[in-house]
């Protein structure tokens, strides 16, 4: 069975030690994890090696990071890279969330850059995709989200999409309480899958873990990754609540 992940985003919220207080109460929840299924704590960077510290005798739990910048090093004040990512002990890195692609200007040409960094330095990519409103009012969003694979992830082998990591996050139900309906969810999910596997073919795409993000919360969690093509989820706000990220961890096929 392909991997099913509860990946928690953080984003910029929680002190240091808020963090770790959350960290042990999830850990503490002491949840049986299956061999398939993960959870990844996608924090701040100055948090990631006392929260890697925090999981280390725990199997199946990860640390990632939210993002890296796309070159390699060098005279970039104030970012940080992915070697240096993996030098402190990350193991996954959110490429291209929708915040990172509109407030920061982030274009399919640098998530590509830094996905090829993230190889390099033994990262895993969590690559997002998602259309905004307009779009899916449009009804376009099948061909909005191919394209953004297109541009980013086409130019990977075989190799490295086997077992690769997507989330779709569409943009109108992040943190507005606004959930794809699941079969929302289960229709992109399965055409992200028949891309790939045109692409590709279909051993890579049935390999893909892809994630649902987009006010994933407890009360809906089951039901969503239920989804034949639903692999887990992206989760912001309910992430920083121990016992509805518990809940949700508990919702994974
Ligand atoms: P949300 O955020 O769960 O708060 O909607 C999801 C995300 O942006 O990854």
Not at 27 to 54: R, W
Not at 73 to 80: I, P, Q
Not at 137 to 165: I, R, W
Not at 202 to 227: P, Q, R
């Amino acid at each position: 069975m392909r991997k099913q992940i509860a990946a928690a985003n953080w984003k910029m919220n929680l002190t240091l030690d808020q963090g770790i207080k959350l960290t042990g109460e999830i850990l503490s929840g002491n949840i049986e994890l299956h061999d398939h299924q993960q959870v990844v704590f996608g924090v701040p960077f100055p948090y990631l090696i006392a929260v890697k510290d925090k999981i280390k005798e725990k199997a199946n739990y990860f640390v990632s990071a939210q993002n890296c910048y796309f070159q390699k090093s060098g005279a970039y004040t104030g970012e940080v890279s992915a070697e240096i990512l993996n030098s402190v002990g990350t193991d996954y890195v959110i490429i291209g969330h929708s915040e990172r692609r509109e407030y920061f200007n982030e274009n399919h040409q640098m998530l590509a850059e830094k996905i090829n960094l993230c190889f390099e330095n033994k990262l895993k990519p969590i690559f997002c995709c998602g259309e905004p409103l307009s779009v899916r009012e449009a009804n376009e969003q099948n061909d909005y989200v191919e394209t953004q694979l297109k541009e980013s992830l086409f130019h990977l082998s075989e190799q490295q999409l086997t077992g690769f990591v997507i989330a779709y996050e569409p943009i109108w139900a992040i943190g507005t309480g606004k959930t794809a309906s699941s079969a929302q969810a289960q229709e992109m999910h399965a055409h992200i899958r028949n891309v790939m596997a045109s692409k590709y073919n279909n051993d890579v795409a049935e390999s893909i873990s892809i994630l649902y993000g987009g006010s994933v919360k407890a009360n809906n969690a089951k039901e969503i990754f239920s989804e034949k093509d639903v692999d887990g989820g992206l989760v912001g706000g309910a992430s920083l609540v121990a016992s509805e990220f518990l809940t949700i961890i508990q919702s994974l096929k």
